[in-house]
């Protein structure tokens, strides 16, 4: 562990932490874009309601033969027509109508359901990115106190006479370094934690650091075709399909609006002149000289074979996506592996050596700050693997839908 082979620092002030479940609970609660995906999705609710929906009847009135010459001079002539219409449709338009209302609805709870994993998953690399500055931090108070102590050993040998001020010199221009240091990875540090709490809209993070296990050891990968199959059934894969679905439903549409309409009516008709009255009906339809909508209905062919291509080449570029994490993690699992097992111990032990030659005389400043550069920069190696490590572990949780913890 990072830890446990770790130089103890100065002791931090206390700090205001989070877990990495309190940060996805926070997300999923207060994340604005998730509240107007709700909303979206609503909203496709309601139209599908609206599209079953019938058209409504039309009431109209008629005057006729008012204010005009002669015998149909004034009022006396005038005849009132009083009728309703109802426009029928034909060829199933209401039907397909509501079909496309609901693959729209089924698309905006796909994508409902890719922005929460978009969500997670960056919440995750956004908490991920903390930790990895919270290690960074401590390496750098570790290397601090590292460059102060060797600077007292160098002052101590200079008043003993072993060593010219040279070496304290250098050790005072290492320890300022290694301050300047600190002080960047602390903004970093504090930037990373920025971003994360602008994930779920707070402006003004309430917290300083994140707790969990950073360095904790990966479990075993699972097999590669039990990966490939989860990943079938990513949100995003789902979504484009249902996408797909939606285009296959408006060809249906326009097909259906190749079919002209028929409007009823029918009504009473007054006549002033008699007080008589009389019974009135029509029935109406568009003529289809000057089109016939084949260019609507071969539009929405181009566009669901365009959607099916697309969800074609989605499902092979993250099953791709898969196949070269799957690859990665394995490299880098093996890495981290021997870098905590093999290099890390090595580089303790000549740092360890080096110092107690140091303070004996027996090797000079310039050895000691080879050996603690070494250390260091394995350790900052050490957390950049675990680093890319999780976050790859991330990424394929993602796209296989499999807990980011137990891959």
Not at 24 to 40: A, C, H, W, Y
Not at 82 to 92: I, Y
Not at 249 to 256: D, H, L, P, Q, V
Not at 380 to 386: A, G, M
């Amino acid at each position: 562990m990072l830890c446990a082979f770790a130089l103890q620092a100065a002791e931090p002030g206390a700090t205001r932490t989070l877990t990495i479940e309190e940060c996805l609970r926070r997300v999923t609660e207060r994340s604005p874009e998730l509240k107007s995906g709700t909303l979206k999705t609503e909203s496709a609710e309601r139209r599908t309601n609206q599209a079953a929906r019938r058209i409504n009847p039309r009431l109209q009135t008629e005057v006729e033969n008012v204010a005009g010459s002669g015998a149909v001079e004034g009022v006396d002539a005038a005849e009132t027509t009083v009728a309703v219409s109802q426009e029928l449709e034909l060829g199933g338009k209401r039907r397909h109508r509501t079909a496309v209302a609901e693959a729209e609805m089924a698309v905006s709870r796909a994508e409902q359901a890719v922005r929460l994993r978009t969500a997670l998953y960056e919440t995750r690399c956004a908490a991920l990115a903390v930790q990895s500055a919270q290690e960074k931090t401590r390496l750098a108070e570790e290397a601090l106190a590292l460059t102060r102590e060797t600077e007292s050993v160098a002052e101590a040998r200079v008043k003993a006479g072993k060593a010219t001020a040279l070496e304290t010199e250098r050790a005072r221009a290492e320890t300022a370094k290694a301050e300047i240091e600190l002080e960047v990875m602390k903004a970093v540090q504090r930037d990373a934690v920025r971003g994360l709490a602008l994930l779920w809209g707070e402006a003004e993070p309430s917290f300083d650091a994140v707790t969990g296990l950073f360095d904790a050891e990966t479990a075993s990968l699972q097999p590669l075709d039990a990966l490939l199959l989860k990943a079938s059934s990513n949100p995003e894969l789902l979504a484009a399909e249902a996408q797909t679905r939606t285009y296959e439903a408006r060809i249906g549409a326009e097909r259906a609006a190749r079919v002209s309409n028929v409007e009823l009516s029918a009504g009473v008709r007054r006549f002033e002149e008699g007080g008589d009255f009389g019974f009135v009906a029509g029935a109406g339809i568009e003529l289809p000289f000057h089109t016939r909508n084949m260019d609507g209905v071969r539009a929405a062919e181009a566009e669901a074979e365009a959607a099916r291509l697309d969800a074609i080449a989605a499902r092979l570029k993250s099953e791709g996506r898969v196949r070269q994490l799957y690859a990665r993690l394995g490299t880098l699992v093996a890495k981290t592996a021997r870098l905590k097992g093999t290099v890390m111990p090595l580089a303790e032990r000549t740092l360890a050596l080096v110092r107690e030659a140091h303070k004996q005389g027996k090797a000079g400043y310039l050895d000691v700050l080879e050996a603690r550069r070494s250390l260091v920069e394995t350790r900052l190696q050490l957390i950049e693997t675990v680093t890319e490590c999780r976050g790859m572990s991330i990424d394929l949780g993602r796209l296989t839908g499999t807990d980011f913890s137990t891959l």
